[in-house]
């Protein structure tokens, strides 16, 4: 399988990025780590005329500290993220979940926010970026905006962004001292989550203090589990106090049936996992 | 057209590829390296794996164009020039870490990747490794063994005894 000829460009810098894309005629696709794009190219469910490849860019890679807050770089790979130092410090569910992306080979090349804006409702990242309350810078021909996680998933493989804008770098509030962890089902030979569950906990004195709870394909887009937070806030940390906050989980879900599994199978599964996600990250 | 020049298992080569040329096949079409294959076209079974600038990649899913100035490396090219084989390759024939053969070059240039990274992966760590790499004979209790022989004998180390029977 072969895509359907395309224009190709190759900025190196945002700014030419955005020319690019400018100049790229009617249908322009932005090409992050292409490990989505291109098999979809291939089975020619996309026929860009235009593909600008952001690979070359350095300065969308990388990340960094400023004051209350990391910085990762749209175009930072997903093997980068696994290693990176200030990632496990103040962010590891970020870490933990991408370790869970497909397999070593698409790590190499796919990225951060690639991931985040394909916003597939089975990725793994969209979930976590809400749970952590990132937000996301995007660049446009007037300048740059920064929009909340809570408002940059629109809908099915929908974002915030607009056409001609690029997503550049994802702010993430530092969480130091916060237990963390990803809770994920999944097919064996298929790293597309079933459901999964991000879950973020904030003890204070034996007790739950606030917790912060994403889930991953429960809908077209990824949810809060805020009634599982609220029931959360201020309980002691105790493995019942948790499941009975877990039975929350399925709360103004509205998950797809598919060939892996019916919606209230999701609804089922989505209780069970909530629990292991906060019990985990609760430490408990 | 766009022009690239690329090395590949250790020779330089400058060519015209059209954007929407796939790395796998500008290997197997235009330079004849029809030891990296294609087996499933949809980025899920690993058969194509190839190291671009060190690193596995699958290389069904990546343009040919994107490999300018780079440096490819695959199955073709990881023996020694007079012929030896590359540890992995020699564990896998050593410890029969194949059936029919397709899914193999793959599984090679994943396990050395994972190996450059973990030079001593438990079996679940081995396992998880190479999750890209799908084996439709159901070999890989024996790729397992052959990816655990050629880290020790890429260390310098003897191999622990294989344990339980022969799949």
Not at chain 1, 115 to 135: F, I, K, S
Not at chain 2, 70 to 84: M, N, Y
Not at chain 2, 106 to 123: C, K, T
Not at chain 2, 153 to 167: D, K, L, Y
Request: overall charge negative.
């Amino acid at each position: 399988m072969i895509p359907a000829a395309f224009a190709y460009a190759r900025p190196t810098t945002v700014d030419e990025a955005l020319q690019a894309v400018a100049s790229g005629g009617e249908d322009v696709k932005i090409m992050a780590g292409g490990q989505s794009l291109i098999p979809v190219m291939r089975l020619r469910l996309a026929a860009p005329e235009t593909v600008v490849d952001l690979t070359r860019v350095a300065e969308l890679r990388g990340v960094r500290e400023d004051d209350g807050a990391i910085v990762i770089g749209a175009m930072t790979t997903h093997s980068d993220v696994i290693s990176d130092p200030l990632i496990a410090r103040y962010a590891p569910l970020i870490a933990e979940a991408t370790e869970t992306v497909a397999d070593r080979q698409v790590r190499h090349r796919g990225t951060f926010g690639g991931a985040l804006a394909h916003a597939d409702p089975a990725g793994d990242l969209p979930a976590v970026a809400l749970a952590l309350d990132a937000e996301f810078v995007v660049a446009g021909p007037g300048g740059r905006r920064t929009v909340p996680a809570a408002e940059f998933f629109v809908d099915y493989l929908t974002t915030a962004l607009e056409e001609g804008e690029i997503l550049v770098e994802i702010r993430v509030p530092k969480r130091e001292g916060w237990g963390m962890h990803y809770e994920k089902f999944n097919r064996v030979a298929q790293a597309w989550s079933i459901v999964a569950v991000a879950a973020a906990v904030r003890r204070e004195d034996g007790r739950i203090a606030e917790a912060r709870i994403g889930l991953t394909n429960m809908g077209p887009t990824p949810l809060r589990a805020t009634a599982v937070e609220e029931a959360l806030a201020g309980v002691d940390a105790t493995a019942e106090a948790v499941a009975a906050a877990a039975a929350h989980a399925a709360e103004g879900t509205d998950p797809s049936s598919d060939l892996n599994a019916q919606a209230d199978y999701r609804r089922h599964l989505v209780t069970v996992l909530t629990r292991r996600a906060v019990s985990t990250a609760a430490g408990l | 057209m766009s022009q690239i020049s690329v090395r590949v298992d250790g020779v330089s080569y400058s060519d015209d590829v059209e954007p929407r040329t796939l790395l796998v096949h500008y290997l197997r079409e235009q330079l004849g390296k029809i030891g990296t294959v294609v087996g499933c076209d949809t980025s899920n079974c690993g058969a194509c794996t190839v190291h671009l600038d060190g690193e596995a990649v699958k290389s069904c899913t990546v343009l040919a164009v994107q490999a300018d100035g780079s440096e490819v490396t695959t199955i073709e090219g990881i023996a020694a020039s007079d012929g030896t084989l590359h540890p992995m390759q020699k564990a896998f024939h050593e410890m029969h870490g194949l059936q029919c053969g397709f899914c193999t070059p793959g599984m090679i240039m994943a396990a050395i990747d994972l190996v450059g990274d973990n030079p001593d992966p438990s079996e679940d760590e081995v396992r998880e490794g190479i999750e890209g790499n799908l084996c439709r004979c159901t070999g890989y209790q024996n790729i397992v063994r052959a990816v655990q022989q050629a880290a020790h004998e890429m260390q310098g180390t003897a191999a622990p005894e294989p344990t339980g029977a022969q799949a």
